[in-house]
Structures are given as structure tokens and as C-alpha cells.
């Protein structure tokens, strides 16, 4: 009976994937009184940084009195690029979290990364779509709230709101397939 009424309050749960980015730190702040919002973040270890970004997360949270779960993981390649291993790592963390649905802060200007990289790919109908606003893994929904939303959009939502947020010194590294592109 316990576990039913646990599966029953996660089906009305939705936690918010923060990365400490500005689109997560946005997404957040704009379904913080949502009953019943926590926070996920993802500690990959891959950042020299990635200890003060957990920090700074934990610290968003508590001001914004938003639950947060941190899981840190292991990326394992297994044939894999390093984003593909990491992003595997990433969705396996969120298939582990008490909500029904996790919402991630992918934007405008990722859909039109997604696409291009897709069609690169060869990837044909399906991946010229690219990602939809709501989609499913390992039993959860994912959701994608700010997907029709531009990164410039969001900046300035954050700027008008004086959030802070923390930046990704992998996003200027054009070793990486979707940096480059």
C-alpha cells in the first residue's frame, strides 16, 4: 500500500534538471512555486568546476526552497563520444528521480543544433524534427517548456530577474561537435 501511494505522489511530481546553466537557473525560477517542483542536478566530474557547480545549485535552491537531489556519475564511454557518454549518464540519473516528470531547460537555438547535427547524421525525417516538447525515457516524461524560447529570450528573462548563473567552460571548446557547429 506505501509503495502505491509513492508511485501515486511521483505521477504529480515534476523535477526541474539544473545544471546551473542560465536556461536551468531560468527554467527553475519560472516553475519554482509549482507544488510539489524539486531540483535535479547532475555532478559528471568532468568540470574542474563541477564541485562548485553542485555548490552553487545547492545554494539556488535553498534560496528559491526548492528540494534538490544531486547524483554524481560515472561517464563511461563504452564506444561513445564524450557528450553521447555523458548525456547517457545524465538520462540514466533522471530515470532514478521520485517524479513523474523531468523538466529540461533545452531552447530554441539547442532545437536548431539538434537539427542541423541530425541531418549531418543522415538522420532523414525523424531527426530533422529534432526534439519534441515532451518526450518519454525509462518511464518518465521529459518535458521541454522553454523549447520555442531563444537563448537571447532567456538571458534576458535572467538579466530582468537578476539571476545568476554559472558557465560551462566546455561551451567554448569547439573540440566538441556541437560547439564547433
Known amino acids: 500500500m506505501a509503495s502505491s501511494r509513492k508511485r501515486a ?45 553542485a555548490a552553487f545549485c545547492r545554494s539556488l535552491c535553498r534560496r528559491l526552497a526548492v528540494p534538490l537531489k544531486v547524483y554524481k ?19 540514466d540519473a533522471f530515470a532514478k528521480v521520485d517524479a513523474h516528470c ?4 533545452h531552447n530554441l537555438d539547442d532545437q536548431a543544433e539538434t537539427v542541423l547535427m541530425n541531418l549531418l547524421r543522415g538522420a532523414g525525417l525523424r531527426g530533422a524534427r529534432g526534439m519534441l516538447p515532451e518526450s518519454r525515457y525509462r518511464g518518465k516524461v521529459l518535458w521541454r517548456p522553454l523549447l520555442e524560447l531563444s537563448r537571447a529570450e532567456i538571458v534576458a528573462y535572467a538579466r530582468a530577474h537578476a539571476l545568476e548563473w554559472v558557465e560551462d567552460e566546455s561551451n567554448a571548446d569547439e573540440a566538441l561537435t556541437r560547439n564547433f557547429i
Request: proline letters at 3%; charged letters at 20%; hydrophobic letters at 45%.
Open 102 to 105: 523531468i523538466a529540461l531547460a
Open 73 to 91: 556519475v560515472k561517464v563511461q564511454k563504452e564506444g561513445r563520444g564524450l557528450e553521447a557518454a555523458a548525456r547517457k549518464a545524465r538520462y
Open 9 to 53: 505522489s511521483a505521477r504529480r511530481r515534476t523535477a526541474v534538471a539544473l545544471s546551473g546553466g542560465v536556461d536551468s537557473v531560468v527554467l527553475l525560477h519560472k516553475l519554482r512555486n509549482v507544488p510539489g517542483i524539486s531540483a535535479v542536478h547532475v555532478h559528471h566530474g568532468l568540470s574542474p568546476n563541477a564541485e562548485a557547480w
